[in-house]
T-cell receptor, first 114, second 114 residues
Framework: DAGVTQSPTHLIKTRGQQVTLRCSPKSGHDTVSWYQQALGQGPQFIFQYYEEEERQRGNFPDRFSGHQFPNYSSELNVNALLLGDSALYLC?????????????FGPGTRLLVL | AQSVAQPEDQVNVAEGNPLTVKCTYSVSGNPYLFWYVQYPNRGLQFLLKYITGDNLVKGSYGFEAEFNKSQTSFHLKKPSALVSDSALYFCAVRAAGGSYIPTFGRGTSLIVHP
């Protein structure tokens, strides 16, 4: 049973570019949440997708957008990249939007913006 | 608003000795509290949670945490540390009945010396 998978593992972009990160949830899970973890910080909630809709959103600008597909996989898109967007981006899945406490995290995508 | 403080960036302990990783929180209403562990190049793994009931919560890998409402603390403990426990530990909180979005602390690096 595969856990949460994310791709790519690492990514280097330049300021102003756009990036798409991908996540496949744990088998049987239907809810995906995205987090940004800056160096030396704890994860910060970006948004959550359930039934292909954004259900909750943290304090992130509209440059951060997402999508969930019918197979429950998800994408995180970031436009007009800033240096401050450099971070580890974590995807987490759960069975239902109210089970975030026991959500399963993927290994993350490390994004470096130059 | 909700917040978490992990006052120690790093905790050092000898193998076989008891360990404590500290966490204090602030939240409106009753708290839901969680501990996660992050190994290098891995995502976060859920260790344990406090929702209600006994103040002493037992979790994975022999870890436990004690909820103290008067001190607004939720310290993580283990009676006998292992070298393999060396990792980054995150405390998180959310308000009961709230938005299900957890707030994470900055993390505490636990180093267990042989």
């Amino acid at each position: 049973d595969a856990g949460v998978t994310q791709s790519p593992t690492h990514l280097i972009k330049t300021r102003g570019q756009q990036v798409t990160l991908r996540c496949s949830p744990k088998s049987g899970h239907d809810t995906v949440s995205w987090y940004q973890q800056a160096l030396g910080q704890g994860p910060q909630f970006i948004f959550q997708y359930y039934e292909e809709e954004e259900r909750q959103r943290g304090n992130f600008p509209d440059r951060f957008s997402g999508h969930q597909f019918p197979n429950y996989s998800s994408e995180l898109n970031v436009n007009a990249l800033l240096l401050g967007d450099s971070a580890l981006y974590l995807c987490a899945s759960s069975l239902g939007p109210r089970e975030q406490e026991t959500q399963y995290f993927g290994p993350g995508t490390r994004l470096l913006v130059l | 608003a909700q917040s978490v403080a992990q006052p120690e960036d790093q905790v050092n302990v000898a193998e076989g000795n008891p360990l404590t990783v500290k966490c204090t929180y602030s939240v409106s209403g009753n708290p839901y509290l969680f501990w996660y562990v992050q190994y290098p190049n891995r995502g976060l793994q859920f260790l344990l949670k406090y929702i209600t009931g006994d103040n002493l919560v037992k979790g994975s890998y022999g870890f436990e945490a004690e909820f103290n409402k008067s001190q607004t603390s939720f310290h993580l403990k283990k009676p006998s540390a292992l070298v393999s426990d060396s990792a980054l530990y995150f405390c998180a909180v959310r308000a009961a009945g709230g938005s299900y979005i957890p707030t994470f602390g900055r993390g505490t690096s636990l180093i267990v010396h042989p």
